[in-house]
């Protein structure tokens, strides 16, 4: 992985004033993904949303985070049926338009 594409987790949690148990926590759920380089803990680039939002979930509406792990699941799980719905409806247009 390119190291310019990861963020240190002491930055971000610094930045967004969390602890580092917190993030420790959140790639234990499986809700983040860390990477251990040279002994150092990075976060990717890519990640820095799902991060804000849980951290936002957890911060502003007080989600523990087994409710964090829930609302992810049940986002994902949607994402999934939306595209479900789109490939039916595709497909669907092909046999209407003969």
Known sequence: MIKEQLISTQTLCSHYNIEISFVDALN?????????IEQNQYIHQDQIGNLEK???LHNELNVNLEG???????LEKERE???ELIALKNRLRLYEND
Do not use: A
């Open 28 to 36: 234990k759920m499986g809700l983040i993904q860390i990477e251990i």
């Open 54 to 56: 849980i951290i936002r």
């Open 68 to 74: 964090i792990d829930v609302v992810f699941n049940l």
């Open 81 to 83: 049926l939306r595209n």
